[in-house]
């Protein structure tokens, strides 16, 4: 599955690297690039709380995955193809089904992968094998746009590795043993673990005040005047960051548990206002900051749901969780989107005060110890 990660980030991370040009080019405004960003990722996390229920119900995880990973990879190739920025918006939203499908399946198969040696370190393993792909992904996009201009042709070739990604998920499942423990313990716990309301409250105040990187690389491009070829790279270094915080937190949070939640929202509270600035030494911190927050997002966070919920509820837990992270990102890109066409400095504002807001929830989590 780790192979199948890398791959996969390569495709969709190095095609959503250049979406926010992309649709700019295609004359889509701010607000529309905020509200495709924000819609698209709505309707995945919407979905993955209906994908969440049937996986636990019908006991067929792998099932979603494949079906998943099917549509979330061939939707970024396909974008290529697309006349105008209505087509594009469209296929990502396909995408981001495709990844709802396949989501609470694959976290609910990690949580028991790494119940032995942490699910701090595991997941924030996974996801450092994930930003290995995600860091490559983008770079190689910037290459081909710094040798042709062509953003047809970057999408166009990464159909490769999402041909490489299903390859390789078709001969994963051989080394998967666990349906039958998942099958054996559907009776022995029930119900989420107290905390678990409060912190899918934190997590829908952090999924409001996070900017999606299409309102960044809008930024970067409208105006600092990066050039094409450079938004890709920014885009792989905060995918570098991504993937050595993951590690880190993932660490800190099996010594520490919910604290080290805490700290990373403080550690990357500030960078709306560094991504934003008039500076492009700024912008770059601000791009490391970014980084480093969406390396929590991919890594503890996720993986403070399995110290929330059962084995036999894993699914469910993880489709409540994404459901109520997916309205928070819907929302706060659409509103990001506006605040950013209408006054910056709202949007910096915004951003930073929820990411405080969410802590008020979060230090009421206590989940049981073990």
Do not use: C
Not at 194 to 213: A, K, M, T
């Amino acid at each position: 599955m780790g192979l199948v990660s890398l791959f996969s980030d390569f495709t969709y991370e190095g095609g959503r690297s250049i979406l926010g040009p992309y649709l700019a080019v295609l004359s889509a405004s701010p607000l529309l690039v905020g509200f495709f960003s924000g819609f698209a990722e709505f309707t995945g996390y919407v979905m993955r709380l209906v994908s969440g229920y049937l996986s636990d119900i019908l006991r067929k995880p792998w099932l979603f995955i494949y079906i998943g990973y099917t549509l979330n990879l061939l939707s970024i190739p396909a974008m290529a193809l697309a006349p105008s920025w209505h087509y594009v918006g469209a296929l990502m939203v396909l995408e981001r089904l495709g990844k709802a499908l396949r989501t609470p399946s694959r976290d609910a198969v990690l949580s028991q992968a790494t119940g032995r040696v942490g699910h701090g370190k595991g997941f924030g393993l996974h996801e450092f094998i994930d930003q290995l792909g995600a860091l490559t992904g983008p770079l190689f996009v910037a290459g081909i746009l710094y040798l042709t201009d062509s953003y047809r042709l970057a999408l166009i070739s990464l159909s490769v590795t999402a041909l490489l990604a299903l390859i390789t998920l078709a001969l994963s499942k051989r080394y998967h043993i666990g349906e039958e423990s998942i099958r054996n313990l559907a009776d022995v716990e029930e119900g989420f673990k107290p905390g678990f309301i409060q912190y899918l409250l934190f997590s829908f105040l952090l999924g409001v005040s996070f900017v999606p990187f299409s309102l960044v690389a809008y930024h970067a491009k409208i105006e600092l005047e990066f050039q094409d070829w450079e938004i890709p790279l920014m885009f792989g270094l905060a995918m570098l960051v991504d993937g050595v915080l993951a590690l880190i937190f993932g660490y800190l949070f099996d010594r520490l548990g919910f604290k080290a939640l805490t700290l990373g929202v403080l550690f990357t509270l500030t960078y709306p206002y560094f991504v934003f600035s008039e500076s492009r030494g700024l912008f770059i911190l601000g791009i490391l900051l970014w980084g480093a927050q969406l390396g929590m997002q991919e890594s503890i966070v996720r993986s403070a749901v399995a110290k929330l919920s059962p084995l036999s509820s894993r699914g469910k837990a993880y489709g409540l969780f994404h459901f109520f992270f997916g309205i928070s990102v819907f929302f706060g890109g659409t509103l990001l989107g506006y605040f950013y066409q209408t006054k910056p400095e709202l949007l910096i504002l915004f951003s930073i005060t929820a990411q405080l807001l969410s802590l008020a929830f979060l230090i009421r989590v206590q989940p049981t110890k073990r």
